[in-house]
């Protein structure tokens, strides 16, 4: 899987939990500050990306991936790694 699979995978992940428009979800967008997400939605979105992708993502991790890129960049790695 390429690194613009994953990110557009992670973008769609975003839109369909946080229901925010496509065009605001940039690898810069952080989930809480651009995409108002809470607490609550940065845990469910990391659900979703250990589903989608088939991947663990420990609590130290996901507490790093503030943003849509360190999501993509953490995911590519991840898969990588397998």
Do not use: H, R
């Amino acid at each position: 899987m390429t690194n613009a699979e994953i990110e557009t995978k992670v973008k769609q992940a975003v839109v369909d939990k946080l229901g925010v428009e496509e065009s605001k979800v940039t690898t810069d967008a952080s989930f809480i500050n651009d995409l108002g997400a809470d607490s609550l939605d940065t845990v469910e979105l990391v659900m979703k990306f250990e589903e989608e992708f088939e991947i663990k993502i420990p609590d130290e991790d996901a507490e790093k991936i503030q943003k849509v890129g360190d999501a993509v960049t953490y995911i590519a790695a991840k898969i990588e790694s397998k």
